[in-house]
């Protein structure tokens, strides 16, 4: 029983479920140039928990790992536009922020390790 691929597994789903349980919430940080952002958050959402439930099954555990990389760069603008276009005061947030960044690829790399 690999505790790391049942807590990814499990982390996707949940956060791909919140997409259509707080939709606003992900729309908030849709980059402008992007279309359809309601579409793109159902998407995301619905990618993310499909991935993370392939992680855990064992034939379609290499799906699921290269899907939840895939997913993770594909919202990685997502999480620039938040960094880029902060204007608040809570310098605590900001640094969160920054440290969003290298960690999708922290995550990417946990992905990848059941691939």
């Known amino acids: 029983?690999?505790?790391?691929?049942?807590?990814?597994?499990?982390?996707?789903?949940?956060?791909?479920l919140m997409h259509f349980v707080k939709p606003k919430l992900y729309m908030k940080i849709m980059p402008p140039y992007l279309p359809l952002h309601r579409?793109?958050?159902?998407?995301?959402?619905?990618?993310?928990?499909?991935f993370g439930a392939l992680l855990l099954i064992p034939s379609t555990q290499n799906i699921g790992a290269w899907g939840l990389i895939a997913t993770l760069l594909a919202v990685f603008p997502a999480?620039?536009?938040?960094?880029?276009?902060y204007k608040g005061k809570k310098s605590w947030y900001k640094v969160a922020l920054w440290l969003r960044?290298?960690?999708?690829?922290?995550?990417?790399?946990w992905a990848w390790l059941y691939t």
């Open 101 to 109: 960044l290298p960690l999708q690829f922290v995550l990417i790399y």
């Open 1 to 16: 029983m690999d505790i790391g691929k049942i807590l990814m597994g499990v982390v996707y789903i949940m956060a791909g």
């Open 39 to 50: 579409i793109l958050v159902y998407l995301s959402g619905l990618f993310e928990a499909l």
């Open 79 to 85: 999480n620039l536009y938040m960094l880029t276009s």
